[in-house]
Nanobody, 116 residues
């Protein structure tokens, strides 16, 4: 089982930017980001295959960019033009079934708060 550690969250104003990182303990293939807002179910945000193909939720298209450094077993999520509705705990996970089905194990996540 690959261990995943998310980092980079914080408090930012509306319109601001953050970059999240996800470091894996071993090699991974397709990876993705998910988020869970207070009182809501966890939802898909973005995914990237080992070869570089990407897929985004409609709510973040044009604002978020997923990328990865395979040599470092690290994935990133650049979040621009943040909105209060982006406030959530963000998690990374393997993608068990492309493009948006996560694996079974979750890390601690990283909190993102967007103030209005």
């Amino acid at each position: 089982q690959v261990q995943l550690v998310e980092s980079g969250g914080g408090l930012v104003q509306t319109g601001g930017s953050l970059r999240l990182s996800c470091t894996a303990s071993g090699r991974t293939f397709s990876m993705g980001w998910f988020r869970q807002a207070p009182g809501k179910e966890r939802e898909f945000v973005a995914s990237q295959s080992w070869s570089g193909g990407t897929y985004y939720a409609d709510s973040v298209k044009g604002r978020f960019t997923i990328s990865r450094d395979n040599a470092k077993n690290t994935m990133y999520l650049q979040m621009n033009s943040l909105k209060p509705e982006d406030t959530a705990v963000y998690y990374c996970n393997v993608i068990r079934s492309w493009p948006a089905t996560p694996g079974d194990y979750w890390g601690q996540g990283t909190q993102v708060i967007v103030s209005s």
